[in-house]
């Protein structure tokens, strides 16, 4: 099993910026591909970034490209979230998650979820 804790999310201000971060404990973090996705009310969860094993591959959703950075440090267990320019429509609970797969921008990829972390972006 694997436990996952977001933190850095808050209240800002459209144009600001927030880092969020997934601290990863109970088996090698670094077996693992990683994940945010983010989920506003009213919507679906949905895919934001993730990144590989080693931190050598990444993806993004298109609406957050040339915005937010995922990365991970193994040796400190945790994976980031830079979000740049935040826009009121990137307001929503952002979750970290893990999954053993290569390729994954599933939620029903991903095996472990925390518990999520809020982050609003007012007008």
């Known amino acids: 099993q694997v436990q996952l804790v977001e933190s850095g999310g808050g209240l800002v201000q459209a144009g600001d910026s927030l880092r969020l971060s997934c601290a990863a404990s109970g088996r090698t973090f670094s077996g693992y591909s990683m994940g945010w996705f983010r989920q506003a009310p009213g919507k679906e969860r949905e895919f934001v970034a993730g990144?590989?094993?080693?931190?050598?591959?990444?993806n993004y959703a298109d609406f957050v490209k040339g915005r937010f950075t995922i990365s991970r440090d193994n040796a400190r267990n945790t994976v980031y979230l830079q979000m740049n320019s935040l826009k009121p429509e990137d307001t929503a609970v952002y979750y970290c998650a893990a999954t053993l797969r290569r390729v994954a921008t599933l939620s029903s990829d991903y095996d472990y979820w925390g518990q999520g972390t809020q982050v609003t972006v007012s007008s």
């Open positions: 990144i590989s094993w080693s931190g050598g591959r990444t």
